[in-house]
């Protein structure tokens, strides 16, 4: 169960009472961020046992070299890069397969929404989103899954995706253009893709 008196506290007070040997600090990073690190690790990995080990891995080591770690202001940051590197040693990069969750489309809005129509069916809307992510490349589809369902920066994806921060902003750009113009072509309205799920 979660700390509840580190609810109110900042990531670099509770970084710090978790590399000073606190074990509640330890407890409330688990809970807080275990689940997120699960849903992101199974979307860039086949291997759902390997993601679990390698989430239960990570939590681990960090308590095993606590003390020589160093701050952190954002831990989930920090979470996200080290479990991607650990599934990175685990798995060739080229068997990671990268897909962004359907939650990720109600995350953009824009002024075009208005203009689109409703789709009669749940499959269909389905097959629509599916044929939208498939306009986007990988490494579009992960910068996606970073930015709008974890909610990184685009300079705290670029550590994480060892890419300079400009090439984030670019693929972000492009990805977001790319669905715009999917949206417009086949005049479909965010709302409607939306109701999947």
């Not at 020589?68 to 590197?85: C, H, M, P, Q, V």
């Not at 994806?157 to 492009?174: G, T």
């Amino acid at each position: 169960m979660m700390n509840s008196s580190y609810s109110g506290k900042d990531d670099l007070s509770i970084w710090r009472d978790f590399i000073s040997g606190n074990q509640s600090a330890l407890s409330f990073i688990y809970f807080k961020y275990a689940k997120y690190l699960l849903s992101y690790g199974y979307k860039i990995c086949r291997d759902k046992e390997l993601v679990e080990d390698k989430v239960q891995d990570l939590f681990v080591q960090l308590w095993a070299r606590h003390d020589r770690l160093g701050e952190t202001d954002s831990i989930k940051f920090y979470l996200f890069r080290s479990l991607r590197r650990k599934l990175a040693e685990s798995v060739k990069v080229d068997k990671l397969r990268y897909a962004v969750g359907l939650e990720v489309i109600d995350q953009f809005s824009g002024p075009f929404e208005n203009q689109l129509i409703e789709i009669e069916t749940r499959s269909e809307r389905k097959k629509l989103v599916e044929q939208l992510l498939a306009h986007l490349n990988d490494n579009q589809r992960d910068i996606l899954h970073l930015k709008y369902t974890v909610g990184l920066s685009n300079h705290e994806i670029a550590d994480i995706l060892c890419m300079e921060h400009q090439s984030v902003k670019n693929a972000v750009f492009r990805s977001i253009t790319k669905i715009r113009k999917f949206l417009e072509k086949h005049q479909i309205s965010l709302s409607t893709l939306t109701k999947i799920g």
